[in-house]
């Protein structure tokens, strides 16, 4: 069983539309949790870090169920730019030091 | 901007040669690098934990002698595949602790990834 499963996708959603994927981890000690975007052959960029109460950054929302062990990732109102796969990144470890483990990614696809 | 360079971002090569990938932390001392490798709609895999002036910690099944890690300083960290072949082709990723605040839940930041290609 992987350490950190998402469904590939893709997620084909038109533009202004809303999408939600979730992502489980295996691992209850896990401490950090973040959602990370990667381009088509791009290095992967911080989106956002996931909070135990949740967290929203503008049209981001990002939620976490320790005791289902996943997170999720809602964005609202899409836009073409939002076109990218999204990666769930979990640390077993309160500080970034800790190794990060991926998830193979979810492929979101705006449309016009 | 970005905090972590890569370098160089895609060799072609034949096979049986040597290539050095490069990761320079810019305007901070990253005592700790990492590696990884992605395969085509894989997900990143940790490679091996480059730690300044001491020995890499590699991941199980990865082949320290394979994949030579040096990180002479506290800006710069190599990946050297030795006698590369095909199967070695691969996007491969360097990152840095990045301290962005006194928070704990601080990520790392990626450099912009090499693109290996061995023919």
């Known amino acids: 069983r992987k350490e950190v499963e998402q469904d590939p996708g893709p997620f084909n959603v038109p533009e202004g539309a809303t999408v939600a994927f979730n992502c489980t981890y295996s691992n209850s000690a896990s401490q950090s949790f973040f959602w990370y975007r990667q381009d088509c052959r791009k290095e992967p960029k911080l989106l956002m870090s996931?909070?135990?109460s949740g967290n929203e950054d503008g049209r981001f929302t990002a939620q976490l169920n320790r005791a289902s062990q996943y997170i999720s990732l809602l964005i609202r109102d899409s836009k073409l730019s939002d076109s990218a796969t999204y990666l769930c990144v979990v640390t077993l470890s309160t500080d970034s030091w800790g190794k990060l483990q991926f998830g193979a990614g979810t492929q979101v696809v705006v449309t016009p | 901007g970005a905090v972590v360079s890569q370098h160089p971002s895609w060799v072609i090569c034949k096979s049986g040669t040597s290539v050095k990938i490069e990761c320079r932390s810019l305007d901070f001392q990253a005592t700790t690098m990492f590696w990884y490798r992605q395969f085509p709609k894989q997900s990143l895999m940790l490679m091996a934990t480059s730690n300044e002036g001491s020995k890499a910690t590699y991941e199980q099944g990865v082949e320290k002698d394979k994949f030579l890690i040096n990180h002479a300083s506290l800006t710069l960290s190599t990946l050297t595949v030795t006698s590369a072949h095909p199967e070695d082709s691969s996007f491969y990723i360097c990152s840095a602790h990045y301290r962005t605040g006194g928070r704990g839940n601080q990520p790392q930041h990626f450099g912009d990834g090499t693109r290996l290609s061995i023919l």
């Open positions: 996931v909070y135990s």
